[in-house]
């Protein structure tokens, strides 16, 4: 079955740099990658997600590249805000009549003022 | 405030016993996802149902069931429970089986003693 794996485990940055969280999967058949931030106490939040047909999405100061060949995708936020803090989750997911979701094991950032 | 409700927010309870944990989606949403978060095991997808089917399942015990009813809300039971089971359990929906974007409840925090 599908395996994610996510780096780094835990990240700081100063306010106003950029973080990359990198994720790794390793079935080639996966073909949606959704990107979550989890704040303390809260649900996860979808934040981009990217389909396999794409190599590229922004949205504002975050963007996710997907590389299908290498079989990793990556979040980067730019100009980071102490409210970026949190825990981030990559996944992957396979169309197959459902939608198995297989989570990484969560980045957690601290945006350092 | 996603849409999605989750009853109980908690629930304490002990060893050998059996749980309902209720999920009603979004408002138009046709599709329930159960997931177990824990802080060994991280996000895990537990289960899918669209409009009242099965569509796919993820790493859900035997002890574990859940169903999706004709007004679309889901319940999932937990049986014979265990320590390890304590976790917090959200739902998610979305409009669509594939591909769509997952809305997340705010989750039951259950508590096995």
């Known amino acids: 079955g599908e395996n994610v794996e996510q780096h780094p485990s835990t990240l700081s940055v100063q306010e106003g740099d950029s973080a990359v969280i990198k994720c790794t999967y390793s079935?080639?058949?996966?073909?949606?990658f959704p990107w979550y931030k989890q704040e303390l106490g809260k649900r996860p939040q979808l934040i981009i997600d990217?389909?396999?047909?794409?190599g590229e999405k922004k949205d504002q100061r975050i963007a996710v590249t997907l590389n299908k060949t290498a079989k990793h995708f990556s979040l980067h936020i730019t100009e980071t805000q102490p409210e970026d803090s949190a825990v981030y989750f990559c996944a992957a997911s396979l169309y197959n009549y459902g939608q198995n979701f297989v989570f990484g094991p969560g980045t957690r950032l601290s945006v350092l003022p | 405030d996603s849409g999605v409700t989750q009853t109980p927010k908690h629930l304490i309870t002990a060893t050998g016993q059996r749980v309902t944990l209720r999920c009603s989606p979004r408002s138009g949403d046709l599709s329930v996802y159960w997931y177990q978060q824990s802080l060994d095991q991280g996000l895990q997808f537990l289960i899918q149902y669209y409009n009242g089917e099965e569509r796919a399942k993820g790493n859900i015990l035997e002890r574990f069931s859940a169903q999706q009813f004709p007004d679309l809300h889901s319940e999932l039971n937990l049986s014979s429970l265990e320590l390890g089971d304590s976790a917090l359990y959200f739902c998610a929906s979305s409009v669509l089986p594939l591909g769509e974007t997952q809305y997340f409840g705010p989750g039951t925090r259950l508590l096995v003693l």
């Open positions: 990217i389909r396999s047909n794409v």
């Open positions: 079935d080639s058949a996966s073909n949606y």
